[in-house]
């Protein structure tokens, strides 16, 4: 008797802002599936929460790949959106809302048992930065190119709680460097920050995201899980001062226009 085909892979998402198609205990979830500008919307993250949080009681999902379908993988936060809710709101408020989404999409990230892989190529910048950094292994193209550009922007790095994450993973010291001078750096130098995992030409990546896709499916979804939490919390223990819940606070006291009150 002839085996089995292996099953299809299986598109699942019901959102516009993002594709998914699962294969077996593996779903990958692919930004920008207009091929538009590819920056990290509220209909995004809105999009990347809900199927975070479906996944609670999917325990057959167990590596999720984040990638996405156009030239670059993310440009960061969508700056237009902002304003727009300060218009709508000028005290604030709704921004915060937004911003605050952003740190439960990080921290979802961070937390759910699936092992989360970022397949990166094009253009990884600011959000997109901090997006990826919350996924337990990153692999990104010899083409990649990085940057963290808010404070050129006159903007705290206040995304997703993200400064405590890049400095756990890559240090102290240069995380600092590339945050005050926003430089771009490549793949070669996320390599040997930590930031990236592994590179490889990008005609190549599929294939080495599957080098870790292979093996991770054949160990313990248990012990997977466990050492994935176990890892979580001593990065956490070295961030004993983290200040990430003021981050919504912060980045938008830089939008919201200082109102005197009184005669000091």
């Not at 692919?30 to 999917?58: G, I, K, M």
């Not at 993200?162 to 005050?180: C, F, H, P, Q, T």
């Not at 819940?245 to 980045?251: C, I, M, N, Q, Y």
């Amino acid at each position: 008797m002839n085996p089995s085909p292996s099953p299809p892979c299986l598109p699942t998402s019901p959102h516009d802002a993002i594709h998914t198609e699962q294969d077996g205990p593996v779903l990958r979830v692919r930004l920008n599936p207009a091929r538009q500008e590819p920056a990290l919307s509220v209909a995004v993250v809105d999009a990347l929460l809900a199927l975070l949080d479906d996944l609670h009681d999917r325990p057959d999902v167990r590596v999720l790949v984040l990638s996405s379908l156009g030239d670059d993988f993310c440009l960061g936060a969508d700056r237009g959106e902002y304003e727009a809710a300060l218009a709508t709101d000028p005290t604030g408020a709704a921004l915060r809302r937004i911003i605050d989404k952003a740190q439960r999409l990080c921290q979802a990230l961070e937390t759910t048992h699936a092992i989360t892989i970022a397949r990166l190529h094009g253009r990884v910048i600011g959000a997109g930065l901090a997006l990826a950094a919350y996924c337990d292994l990153r692999a990104g193209a010899d083409t990649c190119r990085f940057r963290m550009p808010e404070v050129g922007l006159g903007l705290p790095p206040a995304w997703g709680g993200a400064m405590g994450r890049l400095v756990s993973e890559a240090g102290a010291a240069r995380i600092r460097e590339l945050m005050l001078t926003c430089d771009v750096f490549d793949s070669t130098t996320a390599h040997r920050l930590g930031i990236l995992h592994t590179v490889a030409p990008i005609d190549q990546l599929d294939r080495t995201v599957t080098a870790w896709t292979r093996p991770l499916l054949r160990r313990s979804p248990e012990a997977l899980v466990l050492t994935k939490r176990m890892l979580a919390g001593y990065a956490r223990a070295d961030r004993t001062t983290d200040a990430s819940f003021l981050d919504s606070h912060l980045l938008t006291a830089q939008f919201v226009p200082t109102v005197t009150t009184g005669n000091g």
